[in-house]
């Protein structure tokens, strides 16, 4: 039932919204900087029935794909390595908290002084999605129960019984919550640094392009685009991370 009601409102919802941007488009009068939902849903249609279109998706999330799961496996190696040595912490968390600090546009822009476009994206997405999971396993690791710490104490467990039966455990709800922030905002870093530098058969250069050539239908239809993938895929991982965590969590 409560499946039911939720789905209801979001048709609710989309129809809606839908209503208005039709009522502002014929207020505004002017295709070219508000065109209607009619007209970005033909080209939309029109784009789904070419194969470049599902290669330019495919790339661009196969770029972003990468840069989240480098970043979260970076992350995580940073924050288990400043846990274990303090001298480590100390060069570690001040060069996080710089990365975490700088704009995404800025950090795209100094990758392009270096690193050929093709893979900026991927690194833009591994610079965003580093200091999101490192601060959530390190607060895993801040906030592990005090009689559990005195206990493996107590037995004098290994450092791998101690990650078996008292990090893992603790720390996965912490990265489970940095994995669902971190998948949002690498995907829009990533598309963004798309836009851009403009690699070749990408989401991003379909939306410069569009903006160059004045073509509203095509940046409204690649925006839909980029949202509808964001909501499936966020939920398809959202999804897998949990159900993939409960059981770490669960021993």
């Known amino acids: 039932m409560l499946r039911k009601n939720k789905i209801v409102k979001t048709i609710i919802a989309i129809v809606f919204w839908v209503l208005v941007w039709e009522l502002l488009s014929l ?3 002017k295709a070219v900087i508000l065109p209607s939902p009619v007209s970005v849903a033909s080209r939309l249609g029109e784009l789904l029935i070419t194969g470049d279109f599902y290669l330019t998706c495919l790339n661009s999330i196969a770029r972003i794909f990468a840069g989240l799961l480098s970043g979260i496996a970076v992350g995580v190696i940073l924050a ?5 040595s303090f001298v480590l912490d100390a060069i570690i968390s001040p060069a996080v908290s710089v990365i975490k600090s700088t704009p995404v546009a800025s950090i795209i822009i100094l990758l392009l002084f270096i690193f050929v476009k093709g893979i900026i994206p991927v690194l833009a997405s591994i610079l965003i999605v580093v200091p999101i999971i490192y601060e959530n396993v390190r607060n895993g690791f801040d906030n592990l129960p005090t009689n559990l710490v005195e206990t493996a104490k107590i037995y004098n467990l290994s450092r791998g019984k101690k990650a078996r039966m008292l990090w893992i455990p603790s720390i996965v709800p912490f990265f489970v919550a940095g994995c669902k922030s971190a998948l949002g905002i690498a995907w829009k870093a990533g598309v963004a640094a798309e ?5 070749a058969m990408s989401i991003g250069s379909m939306l410069y392009d ?6 509203s239908n095509d940046l409204f239809a690649w925006t839909i685009v980029v949202i ?3 909501f499936v895929i966020e939920k398809l991982l959202i999804g897998l991370i949990s159900k993939i965590g409960g059981r770490w969590a669960n021993g």
């Open 27 to 29: 207020l505004v009068g």
């Open 80 to 84: 288990v390595l400043s846990k274990l």
């Open 195 to 199: 836009v851009i530098c403009v690699p």
């Open 210 to 215: 569009a903006k160059v050539y004045i073509e």
């Open 228 to 230: 509808i993938l964001s």
